[in-house]
């Protein structure tokens, strides 16, 4: 077995994703199972170079994982010929400029979604990487859970029949920060930092949609912001300028209709954090991050509304569990693992800065949507 090594560097990687998801989980976990198996007798061996603005903080997590490099010089990281790939996990609104710097240095990207604040400037990016021939992706973690996964093989095994709806709730309470501290950064609040949850979940409902049931043809929705005043890392109050919770309606290429809340301001009364329930002539499917139950039109009780009467029959019980039938890991170590087989292998890849840029497109739109009180088309994108 012969090791290639694969030389990473990972901006952003003091926050919550770009730490735990992408460094812990994805690259060193990788590291710990040997590298990555490329199946053509060679190894490769993923070196993540930490790229950031706090020297202490990378210091810190360096020491902590025993990772020999780290820097706060993005141009000295950029210009050093043995980088290959940049990966941007920075808050919203640094990704654009970094990663245009990257791709002028010839490095692959790979980088968290929104991939951009702007339409614009997110096709941007896709056309420039494009123009360079560098190979380019973005976060799609969602695609990888086991529940969806498991969603996807319902869709694809005909379980359904002709798909009707698709019905989406996801969200939880998000402390204000007075009382108990808000377990998610403040600049999510911000309008002007790139925050808001339509922004933050417009982009995952564009590739889930896309994805499993069809391309959105067209989005309807209404944001707001339902709390108004929240406190930051530092215990002081400051003004909520961005949306917390959005009711978005989207149409899909082949009929279906998707409507899905999204929420920092609800508290769950669901088994799992995001639920999709699917409805099809031929059957219907609950899916969560995990789990997927299913309930075929052979098994459907026929109630009849009384409202004089308690519920007759157990609802919920009704519902088959469908098994894992598969080992699955963690989504983003998955996507990972994909990606550094495109780099290295040339495998195919389709979840690009054109894909991301999409996901950018609903949510711009889906704003516009909310401010016009319209219904908007989603046209389609190209380079
Ligand atoms: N794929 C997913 O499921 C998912 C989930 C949450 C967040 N995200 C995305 O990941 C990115 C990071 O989100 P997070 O929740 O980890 O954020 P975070 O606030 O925890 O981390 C932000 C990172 O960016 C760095 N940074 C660079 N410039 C900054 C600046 N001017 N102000 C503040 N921080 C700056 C910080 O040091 C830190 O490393 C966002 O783009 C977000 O949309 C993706």
């Not at 706090?54 to 706060?72: G, M, Q, S, V, Y």
């Not at 899905?260 to 639920?275: A, G, M």
Request: aromatic share 10%; proline share 4%.
């Amino acid at each position: 077995m012969t090791r290639k090594t694969v030389r990473i560097a990972m901006n952003g990687v003091t926050g919550r994703m770009g730490y735990r998801q992408h460094l812990v989980r994805s690259i060193l976990s990788l590291r710990e199972q040997g590298g990555l198996d490329l199946g053509d007798g060679t190894t490769l061996w993923p070196e993540p170079i930490l790229v950031g603005r706090r020297e202490h903080a990378l210091r810190a997590i360096a020491e902590r994982h025993d990772i020999e490099h780290w820097t706060t010089d993005l141009d000295a990281v950029l210009a050093d010929p043995s980088v290959d790939i940049y990966f941007d996990a920075q808050v919203t609104s640094a990704r654009e400029e970094a990663v245009k710097q990257a791709i002028a240095a010839g490095k692959h990207i790979y980088c968290e979604k929104p991939t951009g604040t702007t339409l614009a400037g997110a096709l941007e990016l896709a056309r420039l990487a494009d123009a360079a021939g560098v190979k380019h992706g973005v976060v799609q973690d969602k695609l990888f859970l086991p529940g969806l996964l498991k969603l996807r093989r319902l869709v694809e095994g005909g379980f359904f029949g002709r798909i009707l709806s698709v019905r989406g709730e996801f969200g939880y309470w998000v402390f204000e920060g007075d009382w108990q501290s808000a377990q998610r950064p403040s600049w999510n609040y911000r309008a002007e930092d790139g925050g808001g949850i339509v922004a933050d979940m417009f982009p995952h409902w564009d590739y889930v949609l896309h994805e499993l049931f069809g391309r959105v043809r067209s989005v309807q929705a209404l944001a707001a912001t339902h709390v108004p005043q929240r406190w930051d890392e530092q215990d002081k109050p400051y003004d909520a300028t961005a949306d917390d919770a959005a009711y978005g309606i989207f149409e899909l290429e082949g009929g279906a209709i998707a409507q899905i809340n999204s929420s920092w301001t609800v508290r769950v009364n669901r088994d799992e954090l995001v639920e999709f329930q699917v409805d099809g002539t031929h059957g219907s499917a609950v899916a969560g991050l995990r789990k997927c139950r299913v309930q075929h039109r052979s098994a459907t009780p026929k109630p009849v509304w009384n409202p004089d009467l308690p519920a007759t029959e157990p609802f919920r019980d009704q519902w088959q569990e469908v098994p894992d039938n598969a080992e699955f890991d963690n989504g983003f170590k998955a996507q990972w693992e994909l990606f550094l087989r495109h780099v290295a292998l040339d495998e195919p890849w389709r979840w690009d800065l054109l894909a991301g840029a999409r996901g950018v497109q609903l949510a711009e739109l889906g704003l516009k949507s909310s401010e016009q009180g319209r219904r908007f088309e989603v046209p389609e994108l190209s380079l």
